[in-house]
């Protein structure tokens, strides 16, 4: 695609002009870019080339190899012929290049803003203006002849000693970003909506201490604090999950390897749920198969993992839960099985998303599973759920032994 920066020393006849250009513009046609907005070592480079490079921008576009682009590119000329149409855009419109090319851009692409003003006019403001290089990404509805569509559409205009020679359009569809905002919507939602029921106990019961201190006594006083005290760490477990989702959702995982004993780990695990009142000592069941190899791994994140899966048999399954550890060669496999009613087939690819709660019973807030499949594929291994011996759920993970990370 052709880079579209225009001169500085060609777009700006005054200083004045150059300053107050930008605010007419932006008020036909919403915002637009100026050659300032541009990076510097873009304006840099494109100065000296786009003398060389004139007779390439006016001559005919090379259609073909827009078609290899992902995203859907629209070239007008100044007029606002089309001259090219590439295939991704033929198919988020419905129109093949044939048909399109050679037509006005409002005859093939009309385009409406967020007002239902015609964008081609309103933007002929910005496209008259040396000093306007384009456009940045903004919503625009295409005005389709069986129903409209959105997309998100950036433009830029080319500009040779001056003079406009053309306006490029790229289009993305919305649906992608919009699932993504529907996604942070839902993750606001459910934790609003657990954080209201703790934090409303909190208060009811700290309120009523305050007030009438003196007629309960000891024992009702520490009842009501242990209430308090369960339902300030259900709060303090929820922004850890919400934190840990932001960090996945960002790519922003560390993994911090060390040799860690896993039976230890897992015994500890299921102690601390022994010592909690989770559950009793008689409904836990660990074992190990043959010998493991030394396991290079993030001890913090691999007690999250198995604090996770055992959390999920507890409140979700029934009977002994068997905690298992099986190695091998190249790593350790465990397993955490319990003897409830199980995962059904059609279920199993969703049990790891986010928000996925099964039959909906208990306090979880659906997002266990999910942190803990991308905390085992961030140390390299792999995670699946199927079914266990007894009748219920197995959750099975693998962790490469590893090594060092040095650096």
């Given at each position: 695609m052709?880079?579209t920066?225009?001169?500085?020393?060609?777009?700006?006849?005054t200083v004045?002009?150059?300053?107050?250009?930008?605010?007419?513009?932006?008020?036909?046609?919403?915002?637009?870019?100026?050659?300032?907005?541009?990076?510097?070592?873009?304006?840099g480079?494109l100065?000296?080339?786009e003398?060389?490079?004139?007779?390439?921008?006016d001559?005919?576009?090379p259609a073909?190899?827009f078609?290899?682009?992902?995203?859907?590119?629209?070239?007008?000329d100044?007029?606002?012929?089309?001259?090219?149409f590439?295939?991704?855009a033929?198919?988020?419109?419905?129109?093949?290049?044939?048909?399109?090319?050679g037509?006005?851009?409002?005859?093939?692409?009309?385009?409406?803003?967020?007002?239902?003003?015609?964008?081609?006019?309103?933007?002929?403001?910005?496209?008259?203006?040396?000093?306007v290089?384009?456009q940045p990404?903004?919503?625009?509805?295409?005005?389709?002849?069986?129903?409209d569509?959105?997309?998100?559409?950036?433009?830029?205009?080319?500009?040779v000693?001056?003079?406009?020679a053309r306006?490029?359009?790229?289009?993305?569809?919305t649906?992608?970003?919009?699932?993504?905002?529907r996604?942070r919507?839902?993750?606001?939602?459910?934790?609003?909506?657990?954080?209201?029921?703790?934090?409303?106990?909190?208060?009811?019961?700290?309120a009523t201490?305050l007030?009438?201190?003196d007629r309960?006594?000891d024992e009702?006083?520490?009842?009501?604090l242990n209430t308090?005290?369960t339902d300030a760490?259900?709060?303090?477990?929820?922004?850890?999950?919400?934190l840990?989702?932001?960090?996945?959702?960002?790519?922003?995982?560390?993994?911090r390897?060390?040799?860690?004993d896993l039976?230890?780990?897992?015994?500890?695990?299921v102690?601390?749920?022994?010592?909690?009142?989770?559950?009793?000592?008689?409904r836990?069941?660990?074992?190990?198969?043959?010998?493991?190899?030394?396991m290079?791994?993030?001890q913090?994140k691999?007690?999250?993992?198995?604090?996770?899966?055992?959390?999920?048999?507890?409140?979700?399954?029934?009977?002994?839960?068997?905690?298992?550890?099986?190695?091998?060669?190249?790593?350790?496999e465990?397993?955490?099985?319990?003897?409830g009613e199980?995962v059904?087939?059609?279920n199993?690819?969703?049990?790891?998303?986010?928000?996925?709660?099964?039959a909906?019973?208990?306090n979880?807030?659906?997002?266990?599973?999910?942190?803990a499949?991308?905390?085992?594929?961030a140390?390299?291994g792999?995670?699946?759920?199927?079914?266990a011996?007894?009748?219920?759920?197995?959750?099975r993970?693998?962790v490469p032994?590893?090594g060092p990370v040095?650096?």
């Amino acid at each position: 695609m052709v880079n579209t920066v225009a001169s500085t020393s060609e777009q700006a006849p005054t200083v004045a002009a150059a300053t107050s250009l930008p605010t007419i513009a932006q008020s036909a046609s919403g915002e637009a870019m100026t050659a300032d907005d541009e990076p510097a070592q873009d304006r840099g480079t494109l100065d000296g080339a786009e003398t060389a490079g004139s007779a390439a921008l006016d001559g005919p576009l090379p259609a073909a190899a827009f078609d290899l682009l992902p995203d859907a590119v629209v070239v007008t000329d100044a007029a606002g012929t089309v001259e090219v149409f590439n295939r991704a855009a033929a198919r988020l419109v419905g129109m093949q290049a044939p048909a399109a090319v050679g037509r006005h851009l409002n005859e093939v692409l009309p385009l409406l803003d967020e007002r239902g003003n015609d964008w081609w006019e309103c933007s002929a403001q910005s496209r008259d203006l040396p000093s306007v290089v384009g456009q940045p990404e903004r919503r625009l509805t295409y005005a389709g002849p069986d129903q409209d569509h959105d997309f998100h559409v950036t433009a830029r205009f080319t500009r040779v000693a001056g003079r406009l020679a053309r306006v490029s359009l790229s289009l993305r569809d919305t649906s992608s970003r919009e699932r993504l905002e529907r996604n942070r919507a839902d993750l606001v939602a459910t934790v609003a909506h657990e954080l209201r029921s703790p934090l409303t106990s909190v208060k009811g019961f700290t309120a009523t201490l305050l007030a009438k201190w003196d007629r309960f006594t000891d024992e009702q006083k520490k009842l009501m604090l242990n209430t308090v005290n369960t339902d300030a760490d259900r709060v303090t477990r929820l922004l850890a999950e919400v934190l840990d989702v932001s960090r996945i959702d960002s790519g922003r995982i560390q993994v911090r390897k060390q040799i860690v004993d896993l039976p230890s780990r897992v015994r500890a695990v299921v102690d601390g749920k022994i010592a909690s009142g989770a559950a009793g000592p008689d409904r836990f069941l660990v074992r190990q198969e043959g010998e493991l190899p030394e396991m290079w791994v993030d001890q913090d994140k691999m007690e999250q993992v198995l604090h996770n899966l055992v959390d999920n048999a507890l409140r979700h399954g029934a009977g002994t839960v068997t905690v298992s550890l099986r190695g091998e060669d190249t790593g350790t496999e465990v397993s955490v099985a319990d003897e409830g009613e199980g995962v059904s087939a059609s279920n199993a690819a969703r049990v790891f998303t986010k928000f996925w709660r099964g039959a909906s019973r208990g306090n979880g807030t659906g997002l266990g599973l999910y942190i803990a499949k991308a905390l085992i594929e961030a140390h390299g291994g792999t995670i699946s759920v199927g079914r266990a011996a007894g009748g219920g759920a197995e959750f099975r993970f693998f962790v490469p032994a590893g090594g060092p990370v040095f650096g």
